[in-house]
């Protein structure tokens, strides 16, 4: 029998997480394995970020022909085919998934294994009736999603974000439970598309995590899409009438519709991968617990991107791999940074946060925070795209230094680079004031806020007074030529 094979660094996922990881090892001349049971790429590239990209691409543009009238164009009303949508949805996956397959990650130096990984011991992993043996480890299985406790709702074959994927055909009535960003984001594409579309959630509001400002504009949204909002309300039961589903309400009111699309949660990729065998722990979520390095309880195994339930983003799990690829390699203690990770949710107005909410901010500091907002009704750019829904919040410390930001509307999520970098770098509000923006660009808007901050902060009687002998003595002065 072949000695086990031995591994300076094993992957286990070849998601986001697991695919930085890997090539970041390799790259510096590690010895690296990557085992994948599935495809390479992830939930990003197959269920999640790139399909749902592609879709809302296909929405956004029948909305814009059909509102062509706002800019002076006669509006069209075209005719969709899912099918022909899904088609565009696979070409993009298609042009993306080189960028992720096994054979660049083999031509960058990393073994892959394909198959299904477990642990049968401490250092040692089996796949394809293979041991690995390794010396750090760094699990990168990913989540995936779930469905609530509802009396008969798996009977009725939900559709997820896993499934969703496989509509050829548009439903008339489509319902979402869910009104988080993924609710949003598919509820509004079908919206757009043709179906009517009704969203369930037992919140109050869309979007719970962001500013309420930013959720009421959404919703506006949302319903001027022609999306029914059914906030408040939980699912009690569903059931299949013929071709219908029925979904029944906490207070007995039904629901019908063609299809019921779940985007209520997602739960970590754990089971079935012999964690116990080696010491690494959990929570009663199933996420994989980590100190600040990305570290597991066994301190030779670390812990990336959805499996550890606290950012659920690529971007997230990719900063994740960054650090704990070099702390599994070198024994380093860098710490993956969790304040000034941005989000953006996709929806027509986008949303982008970074940092803390204006309600954060005062658990932190009380009413000694600063608060400078701009609406995009008053930006150029925003006016002359028609594009006025939105504004731009800052939130600051007590000091004025900026530890948040929120932008609601057209660009929001390429203009909160900005605002992550200044928070990373502890600077004031007043910087972005003083930084040059171009003219006209949807960056302005956070700009115009910080603006309007500072003219309100030195607009003060105290500040005219002692001004006043200054300006006065300078117009005395004689003027130079």
């Not at 065998?277 to 617990?289: F, K, N, W, Y």
């Amino acid at each position: 029998m072949a000695s086990p094979k031995r591994f300076d660094l094993l992957v286990l996922g070849g998601g986001t997480g697991g695919l930085v990881s890997a090539q970041i090892a390799a790259g510096i001349g590690a010895r690296v394995a990557l085992v994948e049971q599935e495809r390479t790429g992830g939930d990003c590239l197959w269920t999640g970020c790139v399909p749902s990209k592609s879709l809302l691409a296909a929405a956004e543009l029948a909305h814009a022909m059909r509102h062509a009238d706002k800019l002076g164009l006669t509006p069209h009303e075209a005719p969709v085919d899912l099918a022909k949508v899904m088609e565009h949805v696979q070409a993009a996956q298609a042009t993306i998934a080189p960028q992720d397959s096994p054979e660049r990650l083999r031509n960058a130096g990393v073994e892959v294994y394909e198959g299904h990984g477990a642990f049968v011991a401490p250092g040692e992993l089996r796949v394809g009736g293979e041991t690995l043996r390794f010396r750090s480890a760094i699990l990168a299985t990913g989540s995936a999603p779930v469905l609530p406790p509802v009396d008969g709702l798996e009977g009725i074959e939900p559709l997820t974000t896993d499934s969703v994927w496989g509509l050829r055909e548009l439903p008339e009535r489509l319902v979402v439970v869910g009104g988080g960003p993924i609710g949003c984001e598919l509820g509004q594409a079908f919206a757009r598309l043709g179906s009517r579309v009704s969203i369930v959630d037992v919140a109050d509001r869309v979007l719970t995590k962001e500013e309420p400002e930013a959720s009421q504009v959404v919703a506006e949204s949302l319903r001027a899409d022609g999306v029914e909002l059914r906030l408040g309300a939980s699912l009690s039961a569903a059931r299949r009438e013929g071709e219908e589903v029925v979904l029944t309400l906490e207070d007995g009111e039904e629901l019908r519709a063609d299809r019921v699309l779940v985007a209520a949660g997602r739960k970590p990729r754990t089971e079935g991968f012999g964690l116990e065998l080696i010491g690494v722990e959990t929570d009663d979520r199933g996420a994989v617990q980590t100190d600040a390095t990305m570290r597991t309880a066994n301190r030779r195994v670390f812990a990336v991107g959805d499996v550890v339930a606290t950012l659920p983003f690529t971007h997230a799990a990719a900063h994740h791999a960054r650090v704990a690829t070099l702390n599994a390699l070198f024994g380093l203690r860098r710490s993956a940074e969790k304040a000034t990770i941005p989000w953006v949710t996709f929806t027509d107005p986008e949303v982008a946060h970074v940092g803390m909410t204006e309600a954060q901010a005062r658990e932190e500091w009380g009413d000694d925070i600063t608060l400078a907002r701009a609406g995009f009704d008053e930006l150029d750019r925003a006016i002359t795209a028609g594009a006025t829904t939105g504004f731009a919040l800052l939130v600051g410390d007590d000091k004025r230094r900026l530890v948040g930001a929120t932008i609601v509307g057209r660009g929001a999520g390429e203009s909160i680079a900005e605002l992550t970098a200044w928070i990373s770098q502890g600077e004031k509000i007043d910087v972005v004031s003083n930084t040059v923006h171009a003219y006209p660009t949807f960056a302005e808007a956070a700009a115009r806020a910080a603006d309007q901050h500072l003219r309100e902060r030195f607009n003060t009687p105290g500040i005219r007074r002692a001004v006043a002998p200054v300006l006065a003595l300078a117009r005395m002065l004689p003027r130079r030529a």
